[in-house]
């Protein structure tokens, strides 16, 4: 387990479900001698109306987390590398070294909490297949980026409604690509202070800005990430200056 943890929102069986990841092992992925993989299903007692985990259930759902996960994983029996919430449950992720071991692991570790219900499962995953599954996609990884971003102006007492400059990057391996792209965001609202080679690499690069407020990000960033793809380059991120909160 690396220390490079994050989450995202999605839909799982047409329901709201929120699923963390260690997205530090994806480069580890198969992990040589865990080919199986095994799930612990924990029933919420207090779930939100949408299924998701509440407030009222916080500090108990964060006991179970720990205590789970360590006796799962205790002596190198297992890797936890996933948690999903959704429809009430919590699933929590594992690769096996021994799947036969987890049914008594799961006891062990959630005998602190008797009062809740869960069951486990396993199955052959020597491929990586469920953490790829649930790795996050494009749109989502930036969405995940513009909430790091937003957290760090919110340290810094930022007044997110507040509109500014707000300046991008987006990156491209043709310059006629980039300059299609500095067209169409043009369109949009957008002023192009630069679109040409880039000084450290062999793509070529678009910088531009436009007024909005940062609590608006994710509106803003997602079609300029599918506008960069669908032109075979990279959205790139943003930045703007901190406009503190009265």
């Not at 793509?203 to 436009?210: D, L, T």
Request: proline content about 4%; hydrophobic content about 35%; some cysteine.
């Amino acid at each position: 387990m690396s220390d490079r943890w994050d989450f995202y929102f999605c839909t799982l069986d047409n329901e709201p479900a929120s699923i963390s990841l260690d997205m530090g092992i994806a480069g580890q992925i198969p992990i040589s001698g865990y080919g199986a993989f095994g799930y612990v299903r924990v029933y919420m007692q207090h779930p939100r109306p949408d299924g998701l985990s509440s407030n009222e259930e916080f500090e108990t759902l964060c006991a179970i987390d720990d205590s789970l996960t360590e006796a799962v994983t205790s002596g190198g029996a297992a890797h936890y590398f996933g948690r999903a919430t959704c429809g009430g449950t919590r699933d929590y992720y594992f690769y096996l070294r021994d799947p036969s071991g987890l049914t008594e692991r799961a006891a062990q570790g959630m005998r602190a909490h008797p009062t809740y219900e869960y069951e486990t499962g396993h199955r052959e995953d020597s491929d990586g297949e469920v953490y790829r599954s649930i790795y996050p996609g494009g749109r989502d990884v930036q969405r995940m980026q513009n909430r790091k971003v937003i957290e760090a102006l919110r340290e810094q007492n930022d007044a997110l409604t507040a509109s500014r400059q707000i300046e991008h990057w987006a990156y491209f391996p043709e310059l006629s690509a980039a300059r299609r792209f500095a067209e169409t965001i043009t369109l949009e609202g957008f002023e192009v202070s630069a679109c040409g080679q880039s000084g450290t690499s062999e793509n070529f690069v678009v910088r531009f800005a436009r007024d909005d407020s940062p609590e608006s990000i994710d509106e803003i960033t997602v079609p300029l990430f599918e506008q960069a793809q669908a032109l075979g380059g990279e959205y790139d991120g943003w930045e703007c200056q901190v406009m503190m909160a009265h």
